[in-house]
Each structure stands twice: as structure tokens, then as C-alpha cells.
């Protein structure tokens, strides 16, 4: 595993990564759609607030232990080495934030060391920062964050107001540890949609993967629970989309007349008034799955906009599974991979009421 890559807290999917298979590609994204994941694992939580190791901590005031670094080196190997512990009471130590390099805390079990640096432990943790809300970080390094985003919460916000969103979270995340630190939109996921999704910590890395999309993004994977039975277990939908006056995508009927999408879907389940749908993007337009389902007669359940008839679920029907990429500087294949929300199983259970 490359050493650049540094991820914080509990994989919270199969996330890290691996060399390896490679899905269907996609274009540059062009709005509100989400990329594929990351890495070897998959995470296992599916939502709530994250605990992870990798929040930023202000450090109380307290005797510390300190040591001089004379070689280069991983912070875990260093400590182990100077403390004289076991690996699980050292890893405690990190998470709890009581080591510090040049007064930064640093939690990372893989931060590089150089020589000439000052490593300090301090007897206890560290004030930590507040929780994320509706975000869990599967996976950070020094390029790029990868999140698992809830229905619910903005990727971005519209406009300049106040309003929570991933992107301001993930600022002030990153501003925690140094006020100069910025994070950047590569990609989006609509605000009622959960699953995974991607940022980049600079300008030069966000136009990087924006500017080779095609080639970078490997698989992106999308499961919809959709209204109706839907006949066909397998299938490809292939359109124009354009965007009318008041902000709704359509498919034209006139070939070349708008921007090019083609969704690819396979059946999970169905009956009488639902289907679950894994969803491949072979491209990533604004709105696709929504508009490309209505155009298959089931259109997404919740999704009033585009067709909807039912509440069952109080959201969306759509979740971001998968999204695998190559990393923007180790090229490292990297795939990230979530649960089905189990809200989209309930309408298959045995003693499920009727759609509403």
C-alpha cells in the first residue's frame, strides 16, 4: 500500500485500496452524480455520526514526553519503538489524540516522520472536534476525502447561504489541523440521494480527475428502488437529456439533441409494487437514473419530481454503492463499497404493508 495514502478511522467500507478489477467507465460528471468506490473493503456502517481517529483535536495543556526523530520513519513504528507497548495500547494512544508532531495532533498510524521533527505524548487525549453530521469519511490522504454522504444532507449548496452541506463539514474538517486548507468539488451527489462520493484537497487534484474522468473513474454503482414491477431483468436506456425552464431534465425525442446518457440496470428483487435495480452509469449526467427510470415506466420511489406516486420510504429510492477510481497520484486502484440501505429491503419483507 502506497504510504501517501493515510485514512482515518474505521474503515467504514471495504475501504482500502487494491489493485485490481475494473468496471464500466464514465464521462466527466456534469452535476448530481455520484462516482464509484474505493478499496478492497466494504463499509459497514450506514450512517449516524462517524467515529473515526482522523477528526482534528485542540490539545489541552499538560505535561508532555517528548522525542527527537533521527531517522525517517511511520509515527506507529517511532512510538512503538520509544514506548515500549504493545500495538493495540499505542494505537489507543493515536486515537485518543495524545501524540503530537511539531505540536500538531496527529492521529495517522502511517504519518512519515523526518528527522529533526519532535514527537509528543501527552497523559491525556485531546478536546475533540466536533462529529460530522450525515457524513461518515471512509477514506483521507493528503489528495483526496471519500465519504458516505446520507439523504438528506447538500453536497454543496446552491447558493452563499447558511445551510449545512458535506462541503462546508469537510472545510472546517480540514481547517482544524491548518487554517490554509481547502477542499474541492469533483462531483456531486443530488441532496435526497445517500452513498459515496468524492472531494479533493487542491485545485491541481480536483481538475487532475475532472479533466480525465473517463479514464480515472473505473465503476460507478447506484442501487434504485423503483415503483412497479419491472419485466425485464436486464436492460440498457439510452438518450438525449436536456434541461427544461424550470430546472427539470427530459429525454428529446431528436437524437444528438442534448447531452448523451446511457444507464445500464439489472433486477434484484421485485414484486407487484417495487423493483430494486443495481444501476450502472456509462455516463454521468445530471439527474440520469431519475429521468431514465421515469423513461422505463418506474420511475424512483419518493421521487415525486420525476414521476413518484408513493411515500414509502420518506426519501429518495436511490443510493450510491460503489465508486472505484484510480488515485490521482499513487494510481492506485481504489474501490469503495456500502450497503444497501435497509430501508430499500423492507418493501420485500414478508409482512410488508401496502405501497402508499
Known amino acids: 500500500m502506497n504510504k501517501r495514502k493515510r485514512s482515518t478511522g474505521r474503515p467504514a ?92 495532533v496527529v492521529t495517522k498510524f502511517n504519518h512519515a516522520l523526518t528527522p529533526g521533527q519532535i514527537v509528543s505524548i501527552s497523559k491525556e487525549g485531546a478536546v475533540a472536534a466536533p462529529t460530522l453530521t450525515g457524513i461518515t469519511i471512509l477514506h483521507e490522504d493528503d489528495d483526496i476525502i471519500v465519504i458516505r454522504k446520507e439523504a438528506g444532507l447538500l453536497s454543496v449548496a446552491a447558493d452563499r447561504s447558511d445551510e449545512l452541506t458535506a462541503y462546508r463539514q469537510l472545510t472546517e474538517h480540514v481547517r482544524r489541523t491548518d ?52 419485466a425485464k431483468p436486464v436492460g440498457t436506456i439510452s438518450s438525449w437529456l436536456k ?61 415525486k419530481k420525476y414521476g413518484s406516486r408513493t411515500k414509502t420510504l420518506g426519501r429518495l429510492g436511490l443510493h450510491a454503492r460503489v465508486l472505484s477510481f484510480i488515485h490521482p497520484t499513487t494510481d492506485e486502484l481504489m474501490k469503495f463499497e456500502t450497503d444497501i440501505p435497509i430501508q430499500f429491503l423492507y418493501p420485500f419483507r414478508s409482512d410488508a404493508q401496502p405501497a402508499k
Do not use: C
Open 13 to 104: 467500507a471495504k475501504g482500502k485500496g487494491q489493485a485490481g478489477a475494473s468496471g464500466a467507465r464514465s464521462q466527466k460528471p456534469e452535476s448530481d452524480f455520484s462516482t464509484k468506490s474505493a478499496g478492497a473493503a466494504k463499509p459497514k456502517h450506514s450512517g449516524g455520526a462517524p467515529k473515526r481517529a482522523g477528526n482534528a483535536h485542540y490539545r489541552k495543556q499538560e505535561p508532555l514526553r517528548q522525542y527527537k526523530v533521527t531517522e525517517p520513519d511511520e509515527l506507529l513504528n517511532f512510538l512503538l519503538e520509544h514506548l515500549k507497548s504493545g500495538r493495540n495500547a499505542v494505537k489507543s494512544i493515536l486515537g485518543r489524540g495524545q501524540v503530537s508532531v511539531d505540536q500538531k
Open 243 to 303: 434541461e427544461s425552464k424550470t430546472m427539470k431534465m427530459y429525454s428529446s425525442p431528436r437524437p444528438n439533441d442534448g447531452q448523451h446518457a446511457i444507464t445500464h440496470y439489472k433486477r434484484l428483487q421485485s414484486n407487484r409494487e417495487f423493483s430494486l435495480l443495481e444501476v450502472r452509469l456509462e455516463t454521468g449526467r445530471k439527474n440520469q437514473i431519475r429521468v431514465h427510470m421515469e423513461d422505463l415506466g418506474h420511475p424512483i420511489a419518493g421521487d
Open 179 to 230: 487554517s490554509r486548507n481547502r477542499i474541492f468539488v469533483v462531483h456531486r451527489l443530488d441532496r435526497d440521494t445517500s452513498g459515496v462520493m468524492m472531494f479533493a484537497k487542491s485545485e491541481e487534484v480536483k481538475h487532475h480527475l475532472q479533466d480525465n474522468w473517463k479514464d480515472k473513474v473505473q465503476e460507478r454503482v447506484y442501487v434504485a428502488l423503483v415503483e412497479g414491477q419491472v
